[in-house]
């Protein structure tokens, strides 16, 4: 029960954070999908049947090994009623992705990632990462009927989220090795340190391109700033990831 409020509270704290911007029904279900999405990364470890036949069981409408993948089931049932249908589409595809991505990781720990295979550490990370889903969750229906003015940036947005990699350091302290830098440097025979050099530059490059997009969409703009601010915001606050040990603070709206 501990364990299930922990999830909760982060969740509703990722969503208030991250998307502030959205309606209180929007935030409720950005919430609720978070904190589950929390506990099938949990229970990759205790009930790994229910994730490996999550798919199947959605496919054929049958009920799931678990009453939270019933609750998340019935979320991406009601995606089309919140978000654009290329939206909801990218949410309800996304999910089904991210959860074959974590059964994926939960079953490989033993794997070698082959040099050269440079292309498959972020093939996983985009699924796993969920990050279509969490992209698509900025743009609710309600703001603009479809998604034609966001859906060229929608890969640099990806992209934002896969070097926005901040639970590295959590990670590094605890000596997993199993995450998207280690295996970029297995994949590209070189360092995590360069990996996380180079991982920053491409962010950064990232955001810029996004911004340049935007162009004179200034809500655009101020949506996706509100975005990135409110996810580096979430992260350094919440001390699971540990960066206040870097010395890392949020001061008002800079970080």
């Known amino acids: 029960m501990v364990v299930i409020e922990k999830f909760v509270d982060c969740a509703c704290d990722f969503a208030e954070t991250a998307y502030g911007h959205i309606s209180p029904e929007h935030l409720h279900y950005v919430a609720l999908y978070t904190a589950i999405i929390l506990y099938i990364d949990d229970l990759g470890g205790t009930h790994l049947d229910a994730i490996q036949q999550f798919v199947a069981r959605f496919t054929r409408g049958d009920k799931q090994l678990s009453p939270a993948l019933d609750t998340l089931v019935d979320l991406l049932r009601g995606a089309h009623q919140l978000w654009t249908q290329v939206g909801a589409e990218a949410i309800i595809a996304g999910t089904l992705d991210a959860v074959t991505a974590m059964y994926i990781e939960c079953t490989t720990h033993e794997m070698e990632i082959k040099p050269d295979a440079t292309w498959f550490p972020y093939y996983l990370r985009t699924r796993s990462g969920i990050c279509p889903p969490y992209i698509h969750f900025i743009f609710m229906k309600s703001w603009r009927a479809t998604s034609d003015s966001y859906l060229q940036m929608m890969p640099y947005m990806e992209r934002w989220v896969v070097g926005a990699n901040l639970s590295f350091h959590k990670e590094q302290l605890a000596g997993e090795t199993k995450n998207y830098i280690h295996m970029r440097a297995c994949a590209e025979q070189t360092t995590p340190n360069n990996v996380l050099r180079d991982l ?24 996706w ?31």
């Not at 920053?200 to 949506?223: F, M, Q």
């Not at 992260?235 to 800079?254: C, D, I, M, P, S």
């Open 225 to 255: 700033q509100k975005y990135v601010q409110g996810t580096l915001e979430f992260h350094v606050n919440t001390r699971r990831y540990r960066l206040h040990e870097l010395g890392l603070t949020t001061k008002g709206q800079e970080l």
């Open 200 to 223: 920053c530059d491409e962010t950064l490059h990232s955001d810029r391109h996004i911004l340049t997009l935007a162009g004179r969409d200034n809500e655009l703009v101020e949506l």
